[in-house]
């Protein structure tokens, strides 16, 4: 007999017995119908594997996360099966789960088309209706490179060769379609329910552009069509908030291709826009204590041997000659920030020492992951250093932690998920720093998110190699995360740059330093920002804050006076004296987004009053401008 503890009441059992089995029998129908596979102690198997030991089991369904990616990993197995039936000898690559749905890779000569997604969909339903089995074999690795070079895989084959001589391999079948799959799977293919196909997009294999085009065909899969429903409804909700159109309607961003793509040129209103931005975060730091800094976009390429980054990071680093010297466009601002930390001795007296930088750094990128502002080339990070001592690093986590989410809600952003990445206990050997400077850290980071009372996942392994760190996504209007502001150790760069401070005992010591960023980038951020607000910016940070739009030619004057004395007061104005049809400058306007709209007719001019429609309370009526004058600043003073 074998002790096995089912959602911790103990249940007879033996070694052999099958998951699928012991589940029927201990849970009520309606549980078991919706349970996907099996957590066993701390793995994730498939209803069909055996009790092997002693062991604690619970079921998983589609509320678990772990449910979600099983479920929509088959359904990618689903949709690679109604591909191959469709198309004949189409070569398979990949065709993984992800978030909130799935992709699989193909190679073949045929280009897909939207109608082609219908045909593959509906003959994903026919082989969900037949309920084929998910079927996994364990093979050795040479019969693997045998079936798959039958197939004429390469894709497959190339994975297998990788792979040490004597694995054991794992493959997953439904019906007469066999796939290379770590697993699991759900039972059977019957138990999926909701389906729908997205789009087409092209991809590389590998995400090297220098390798085979592929087409990768996006999908997502639910266990209820509400669920389905909503998210649908929240893709086309997106689509209207996509920063690369609104960022081009409202004259917000460029990239040229005869510039290079990843290359952001910034309009008249994304630069004000991002002016407005940098004020904000440089007057929050100097308040703060923070000490600015700017540091060069090029430095000799042994400091980035110093720091380690050519080393490890080479490949996403842009080096040039200069004079016959290498030099390196700067991929981060780090080093720059420690040699002036360097260039004067340091007590504990006079730490913490915080420098604070709008850097500008270049990485190079694939161009097949650049993506608008979220993902680009050339980039401007809002980066701070912290050098502190050990015994003032809570009390610094805790400090930037609360700048940072003052930060974000000033934004907008009133929901955030938290992760702190923590280092594999079971492979220390893959981390720089000590048992002692990595309990600290971590130590320190777990007690600023406890102090706050801050719900938060701890994911072992997911720690850089120099240290762990604390990263929050952001959560947008329509339910999104995107990446936020993160707060991270080093336990690399002292020592490889051999930054210290004295101590109390006289002595030299080692700092500890922090590394942070609170936008992550002016560029991801804005445009994070756009998605979130849909270009509808609060008043504040709005490129143009007023827009003064004439009924007739003989009011120009008078809204041409107006508007120089909305700019004396600091507001961003525009002023449209076109002669065109009022309704027509009124929806072009809204269109725009612009907060505030000023309309000027013969009775505006006679009263000398203004007529005032708010975006999204629209009208206001007719207003002194004084009285105008005093909605707007309030607007602007609350932020809102």
């Known amino acids: 007999m074998a002790k096995v503890v089912l959602l911790g009441k103990e ?14 029998e201990h849970l009520p129908s309606k549980i078991f119908k919706k349970v996907l596979a099996v957590k066993c102690n701390d793995r994730i198997l498939d209803l069909s594997g055996i009790i092997e030991n002693d062991c604690e089991i619970s079921p998983i369904t589609f509320s678990d996360e772990e449910g979600k990616e099983i479920y929509r990993h088959s359904a990618a197995h689903i949709m690679a099966q109604a591909v191959c039936e469709i198309y004949p000898g189409t070569k398979f690559a990949i065709g993984p789960a992800i978030e909130n749905g799935f992709y699989y890779d193909f190679e ?16 994903m339903r026919e082989i969900i209706a037949k ?27 190339e994975l297998i060769n990788e792979l040490p001589e004597d694995s054991i391999i794992s493959i997953y079948k439904q019906g007469d379609f066999e796939d290379l799959c770590k697993g699991p799977h759900i039972p059977s293919t019957g138990m999926m329910h909701e389906i729908k196909l997205l789009s087409v997009a092209g991809a590389y294999w590998r995400g090297d552009e220098k390798r085979e085009q592929l087409q990768r065909i996006y999908g997502t899969a639910f266990w209820d069509r509400k669920e389905l429903d909503i998210y649908l409804k929240m893709i086309e909700e997106a689509k209207k908030r996509d920063h690369r159109l609104l960022g081009k309607k409202l004259g917000i961003y460029s990239i ?24 904000f975060w440089k007057d929050e730091h100097l308040e703060r204590g923070y000490e600015l800094v700017i540091t060069p976009h090029i430095a000799k390429g042994g400091l980035w041997h110093t720091s380690g980054h050519y080393e490890f990071y080479k490949e996403n680093m842009y080096v040039l000659d200069v004079d016959n010297h290498e030099y390196v466009l700067k991929p981060m601002n780090c080093p720059g920030h420690i040699l002036i930390y360097k260039n004067e001795m340091h007590s504990y007296k006079n730490l913490p020492v ?31 250093h912290i050098f502190c001592t050990p015994e003032q690093l809570p009390d610094e986590v805790l400090k930037v932690f609360d700048f940072a989410v003052s930060l974000i809600k000033t934004f907008g952003f009133e929901e955030y998920d938290i992760e702190l990445s923590a280092r594999d206990p079971n492979e220390k050997e893959k981390y720089a720093g000590t048992d002692k400077e990595w309990e600290m850290a971590e130590l320190a980071l777990e007690t600023a998110l406890e102090e706050r009372k801050v719900p938060y996942k701890k994911i072992e392994g997911e720690a850089v190699f120099y240290g762990p760190k604390i990263d929050i996504k952001l959560i947008d209007a329509i339910g999104r995360k995107w990446q936020g502001p993160t707060i991270q ?9 051999d930054v210290s401070y004295i101590g109390k005992d006289g002595k030299e010591h080692i700092v500890f330093m922090i590394h942070r960023a609170l936008f992550g980038s002016m560029e991801r951020f804005i445009g994070t920002l756009i998605e979130h ?38 507001l961003r104005v525009d002023i449209d004296l076109r002669n065109e049809k009022i309704g027509y400058k009124i929806r072009e306007k809204e269109d725009l987004k ?4 000023i309309i000027i007719g013969e009775k505006e001019k006679e009263n000398n009053m203004v007529s005032v429609r708010h975006r999204g309370r629209k009208d206001l009526g007719s207003l002194s401008l004084d009285k105008f004058l005093e909605i707007i600043h309030n607007d602007i003073k609350l932020r809102g």
């Open 354 to 384: 915080k420098y604070a930088e709008l850097g500008t750094v270049y990485r190079y990128e694939r161009s097949g992951t650049l993506h608008g502002l979220l993902r680009v080339r050339g980039f401007t990070q809002d980066d701070a």
């Open 108 to 123: 073949l000569e045929h280009r897909f088309s939207k109608d082609d997604l219908i045909s593959i969909e509906k003959k």
């Open 594 to 597: 612009i907060p505030y709209m």
């Open 131 to 157: 309920d084929y089995i998910f079927e996994r074999k364990e093979i050795a690795r040479k019969e693997a490179l045998d079936l798959f070079k039958n197939r004429n895989d390469k894709f497959k084959v």
């Open 11 to 24: 249940i007879n059992a033996k070694e052999g017995d099958i998951f699928y089995n012991l589940l029927k």
């Open 533 to 570: 607000v849909g270009g509808a910016f609060p008043v504040w940070i709005a490129p143009k804050q007023v827009s003064i739009v004439t009924i007739t030619e003989s009011v120009d004057n008078y809204a041409i006076e107006i508007a120089n004395k909305l700019k004396t007061e600091g």
């Open 256 to 279: 040229f291709e005869e510039a290079g793509p990843g290359l952001i040129f910034w309009h008249p209103n994304g630069a004000i826009l991002r002016e407005i931005l940098e004020r």
């Open 489 to 497: 150790f080093d336990f690399n760069l002292p020592k490889r740059f």
